[in-house]
């Protein structure tokens, strides 16, 4: 069975720095798109970045500059460093990867369980 389980979140103070990680475990044949969205009290989850299998990253438009998504192809892990984090960034941190499972053999999304950002002021 796949999993993405997710670590790294935690509290930190405004201006601080967190790293998030995310690996995709279980019987795999290959991984596509993988990327990071978030979800704060009362709104609708967002991206926040995505990265392909080859490198290319998309980042929202409120995180760029100060957001890095990177990926570990031969570990099947996702990575997001988030510099000069914001109050306004509080939210719960969701991984997803577009992948295809040995089992059905088709292109499927899987989310991760989400990890908690605090930036307290």
């Known amino acids: 069975q796949v999993q993405l389980v997710e670590s790294g979140g935690g509290l930190v103070q405004a201006g601080g720095s967190l790293r998030l990680s995310c690996a995709a475990s279980?019987?795999?044949?290959?991984?596509?798109?993988m990327g990071w969205y978030r979800q704060a009290p009362g709104k609708q989850r967002e991206l926040v970045a995505d990265?392909?299998?080859?490198?290319?990253?998309n980042y929202a438009d409120s995180v760029k500059g100060r957001f890095t998504i990177s990926r570990d192809n031969a570990k099947n892990t996702v990575y997001l460093q988030m510099n000069s984090l914001k109050p306004e960034d509080t939210a719960v941190y969701y991984c997803?990867?577009?992948?295809?499972?040995?089992?059905?053999?088709?292109?499927?999304?899987?989310w991760g369980q989400g990890t908690q950002v605090t930036v307290s002021s």
């Open positions: 997803n990867a577009d992948l295809v499972p040995v089992s059905v053999a088709t292109m499927r999304s899987y």
């Open positions: 990265i392909t299998s080859g490198g290319s990253t």
């Open positions: 279980g019987s795999i044949f290959s991984i596509n798109a």
